[in-house]
């Protein structure tokens, strides 16, 4: 089951301005799009080949840690919004774990979400297809990771990196 909602300006997860466009979808399968802000060509093309790595990468992960993927919702974003660069992360951060790891309880009080901020890795994958997917592939395991509660370490001995 899909689980979709908006995000930007006045929204309840506050992490996009009105220059970024937004889709949040859970990992777990099919997808309904929403698109907020300037939409253009290459946008449509990051998005749909980013869509199809999550879900593969999802369905190659092992039984042990696929289920956790259920529910986990993915935001994919041009580029970190306000918000993000206010709090000191960098403008070409390529994506971000937000919330309480599962092992922990939830007290952060913001949904558990992984943002995905397809132009910036798409500027890391130096314009090339297949390694924009990998860039994709790479940043989801981490921050997938991240959301199991793991250390760089644990996610390595994973195979999640």
Known sequence: MWS???????SSHGLADTETTCLIESLAAGAIVWKIGPVTGL???????????VQQTIRALPDDLRHHAAGLAITYESFPGQALLDDGWDHDLLGMFIGDPI??????????????????????????????????RITLLHEFGH???LEEDDMEERGLL
Not at 44 to 52: F, K, T, V
Request: glycine share 10%.
């Open 4 to 10: 979709n909602s908006l995000c930007g300006p006045g």
């Open 43 to 53: 946008w449509s093309e990051l998005l749909e080949a980013a869509q199809d790595e």
């Open 103 to 136: 092992d922990g309880p939830e007290m952060s009080g913001a949904p558990r979400q992984i943002q995905l901020f397809l132009e910036n890795l798409w500027d890391a994958a130096a314009g090339d297809r297949e390694r924009f997917r990998e860039e994709v």
């Open 147 to 149: 959301y199991l509660g």
